[in-house]
């Protein structure tokens, strides 16, 4: 596939996009505008009121980020129009049904006019409420399937899930989809309408108990990891964005679909510069609050493979697979990832995270330099346990006597070992099955992608998808790390 025939792909299209409040949809967005201005027009969901409202959101939300300087670079004063000649701002939420826009001219313009749909939309948070992570995650794919259909234009469906659906954590893990009568946990079917019923019901019971909105957001999240583990799933997240892939290869038909999954996504590898990033990936709160002297000591297997993969080529690879699949009345399964490739392994991280921080140290809130010393891995819970009864739990009950018997000075450093204990806890529970995992992702689907690409140098240079081509130390210490402080660090 040669640098042509991925950019002629894109020309006069009409593209809906999903999502594009987050991280790896602006990133999708940009190279699509640069890439091939003469794409005809991209209509960008954003949850808004109304369209006015909406279009504000993508001025500022969207336009306003550093992810889009290069492209108004290359446009200078110019900009403004090409944006507004290229981009329509829809109100709506996938959520709901027709994706919840109201504006019924637009929808049937929309259901004229649109080539390709992609969905990047998702919520990532690993322990989010679960009647949210379900709205969003799995019903909101189906919405999408169903307003597919009604797209005369349709050359494709694009889905970004995450490679972590599989309930695998060894060997190889193929691109395969899931089976309609798979069944999960210990013979459990899993049906979403029982999903449904089940949230309705919790969140009925926690109204006629007149539970606060702390509580019941509480009861929520965890719901939703108590329904992930009965199924084998290790958190909310995961488990939601199966069932949407499950919905997905159900409800599609003859739907054209590919979906893509991704590993741990992180900061851009090279554009439209280095080191972009919005917000915390996987493993970026616990980059950070190692840097901010939070986090010295975590539960997790040194030299298991760590998948990480730039968020450009996620990109790169979206608009490959886009190209080589469109009006293919089929579904494709394809993993970006980077283990099988380039394997990274858990404690390299870590070393890496010592190199930058001791040279270049977070500022304390009195102003000072975090001095960090090197942290280190222990993989057994026996080990860690040890460790947080001596470092945490038995300073903490000591002080915790101290201060009863009204020893004030001490309270502050109570609080504080408090708060380190309770944060360590929060990651192991929530990163544990990440720290331990061993599989490997195959990739030979996009490999074939790439071996068609590096006969072309123009298309290697525009649309990198292999993943050798990364020297992890100079990534993690030179783009990633110093892009999570620029952009992300507060």
Known sequence: MDFESIAKSLEHKNILITGTSGFLAKIFMEKVLRSQPNVKKLFILLRAENDTLAAQRLQNEVFGKKVFRVLKEEHGTGFGSFMSDKVTAVAGDISFENLGIKDSTLKEEMWGEINFIVNVAGNTTFDERYDVALSTNALGVKH???????????????????????????????????????????????????????????????????????????AMQDLGLQRARLFGWANTYVFTKSIGEKLLGHLRGDLPVVILR?????????????????????????????????????????????????????????????????????????HASTSTRNPLKNNAVVEFSYQYFSKNPCLGRDGMPVRVT???????????????????????????????????????????????????TRFVELYEHFAFFKARFDDSNLEKLRVNTTDDNIASMKFYLDPKCINWEDYFINVHIPGLVQHSIK
């Open 262 to 334: 991704p590993t741990i996504i992180t900061s851009t590898y090279k554009e439209p510069f280095p080191g972009w990033i919005e917000g915390f990936r996987t493993i970026d709160s616990l980059i950070v609050s190692y840097g901010k002297g939070k986090l010295n000591h975590f539960l997790a297997d040194p030299e298991a493979p760590l998948d990480v993969v730039p968020g450009d080529m996620v990109v790169n690879a979206m608009l490959a697979t886009i190209a080589a699949h469109s009006c293919q009345r089929s579904q494709f399964i394809y």
């Open 374 to 424: 090197k942290g280190s891995l222990l993989p057994t819970k026996a080990s860690f346990n040890n460790l947080m009864t001596l470092q945490y739990k038995l300073p903490i009950q000591v002080l915790r006597v101290m201060n009863a018997l009204s020893f004030q000075s001490l309270d502050n450093l109570y609080c504080n070992l408090n708060r380190k204990y309770n944060l360590i």
């Open 144 to 218: 999408i399937c169903e307003f597919a259909k009604k797209c005369t234009k349709l050359e494709l469906l694009f889905h970004v899930s995450t490679a972590y659906v599989t309930r695998e954590r060894e060997g190889i893990i193929f691109e395969k989809p899931f089976q309609k009568d798979e069944t999960f946990g210990e013979n459990h079917k899993l049906d979403v309408a029982v999903e449904q019923k089940l949230v309705q019901e919790r969140l009925k019971g926690l109204q006629e108990e007149k539970a606060t909105d702390e509580a019941t957001k509480l």
